[in-house]
């Protein structure tokens, strides 16, 4: 660690004997409110010593502990499917022959484009063969020579607008509902957007499937691709809450690291409720208190570092 980094350990036997009479809870998420005052005695000799210019250069994030809200989440899992608006077959409106051909899989076509040329049987009259709406041409079945006969000449897809779509499992389905916030990743790309259908699945399968409508004009989004859903189900108001990584283990207890001037100091938090980004503070800090959002871990090393120091 920098040598800048000063570490002040006063009284690390009578830490010891504090925490070992206490009988400090395994190290978990969620802790207790038991013996917190004791904690706070434990710790207040703790400090970590470090300049404002030091910690930007490690990357040291502190914010004020915040008022707010918790989103409750559930996770359902799906892929990208076409929006059925933007999709379409195209037939030729007589049966004839495909006398020319002018578009291929894969071209980019705009809406009215000629894709073919067919001459029907009984005008033996020659008519362009168009596309409804401008997209990208997934599938050819004309080729010049044969006979349209009422057959899938093209499929065209535009894919500026796509659907998540999420499967919700028997368990789910009481807290999932339409018109709900749901937040979609894929490849570290996340949008937030609404579930706006929920539908029985296709072959009688033992789940329901959730729509929601995704803008993709950056194509970040493609088809058929394996997305992650997280459904708010519940939104909860909480006095204080932290962001989960400023929360660290440290002799069995859960800490967060308090800034005071230059001095940052473990102080044991009672936790309550969290969602994915944010956990409730029920005791231990105030709302005026500025704490390290990011990067707290290297304050523990540090502590961790000095104990070690100490037992040799």
Same mark, same amino acid.
């Given at each position: 660690?920098?040598?800048?980094?000063?570490?002040?350990?006063?009284?690390?036997?009578?830490?010891?004997?504090?925490?070992?009479?206490?009988?400090?809870?395994?190290?978990?998420?969620?802790?207790?409110?038991?013996?917190?005052?004791?904690?706070?005695?434990?710790?207040?000799?703790?400090?970590?010593?470090?300049?404002?210019?030091?910690?930007?250069?490690?990357?040291?994030?502190?914010?004020?502990?915040?008022?707010?809200?918790?989103?409750?989440?559930?996770?359902?899992?799906?892929?990208?499917?076409?929006?059925?608006?933007?999709?379409?077959? /195209?037939? #030729?409106? !007589?049966? @004839?022959? =495909?006398?020319?051909?002018? *578009? $291929?899989? %894969?071209?980019?076509?705009?809406?009215?484009?000629?894709?073919?040329?067919?001459?029907?049987?009984?005008?033996?009259?020659?008519?362009? /063969?168009? #596309?409804? !709406?401008? @997209?990208? =041409?997934?599938?050819?079945? *004309? $080729?010049? %020579?044969?006979?349209?006969?009422?057959?899938?000449?093209?499929?065209?897809?535009?894919?500026?607008?796509?659907?998540?779509?999420?499967? /919700?499992?028997?368990?789910?389905?009481?807290?999932?509902?339409?018109?709900?916030?749901?937040?979609?990743?894929?490849?570290?790309?996340?949008?937030?957007?609404?579930?706006?259908?929920?539908?029985?699945?296709?072959?009688?399968?033992?789940?329901?499937?959730?729509?929601?409508?995704?803008?993709?004009?950056?194509?970040?989004?493609?088809?058929?691709?394996?997305?992650?859903?997280?459904?708010?189900?519940?939104?909860?108001?909480?006095?204080?809450?932290?962001?989960?990584?400023?929360?660290?283990?440290?002799?069995?207890?859960?800490?967060?690291?308090?800034?005071?001037?230059?001095?940052?100091?473990?102080?044991?938090?009672?936790?309550?409720?969290?969602?994915?980004?944010?956990?409730?503070?029920?005791?231990?800090?105030?709302?005026?208190?500025?704490?390290?959002?990011?990067?707290?871990?290297?304050?523990?090393?540090?502590?961790?570092?000095?104990?070690?120091?100490?037992?040799?």
């Amino acid at each position: 660690m920098n040598k800048n980094i000063l570490i002040k350990k006063q009284n690390t036997l009578l830490v010891f004997i504090v925490c070992s009479a206490l009988g400090f809870f395994s190290s978990t998420t969620i802790q207790a409110a038991e013996g917190e005052h004791g904690k706070e005695e434990a710790y207040k000799d703790e400090r970590v010593f470090m300049s404002d210019s030091l910690a930007q250069k490690m990357g040291v994030m502190t914010q004020s502990v915040q008022t707010g809200n918790l989103n409750i989440t559930t996770t359902v899992y799906g892929n990208i499917v076409t929006d059925p608006a933007s999709l379409s077959h /195209v037939r #030729a409106r !007589f049966d @004839g022959m =495909v006398t020319k051909v002018n *578009a $291929n899989l %894969g071209n980019n076509v705009k809406k009215g484009e000629t894709l073919a040329v067919v001459e029907s049987n009984e005008s033996l009259k020659s008519y362009p /063969v168009t #596309a409804p !709406f401008s @997209g990208t =041409v997934i599938a050819r079945h *004309a $080729n010049e %020579g044969e006979l349209s006969n009422g057959q899938v000449l093209f499929s065209i897809a535009n894919y500026d607008d796509v659907w998540a779509q999420l499967k /919700v499992f028997p368990q789910q389905l009481s807290d999932i509902a339409e018109q709900q916030p749901v937040q979609l990743s894929l490849s570290g790309a996340a949008l937030d957007t609404t579930i706006q259908h929920i539908l029985p699945s296709p072959d009688e399968k033992p789940y329901v499937l959730a729509y929601a409508k995704i803008s993709n004009t950056s194509g970040q989004w493609p088809v058929g691709a394996a997305i992650k859903g997280l459904v708010t189900i519940n939104t909860i108001d909480v006095a204080m809450m932290v962001p989960k990584a400023s929360i660290q283990e440290f002799e069995d207890a859960s800490v967060v690291f308090v800034k005071e001037g230059d001095e940052y100091r473990p102080v044991p938090v009672t936790l309550g409720q969290q969602d994915n980004h944010n956990i409730e503070v029920l005791s231990g800090l105030h709302i005026a208190d500025v704490i390290v959002s990011q990067n707290s871990y290297l304050f523990k090393a540090d502590l961790e570092k000095s104990e070690a120091g100490h037992d040799h």
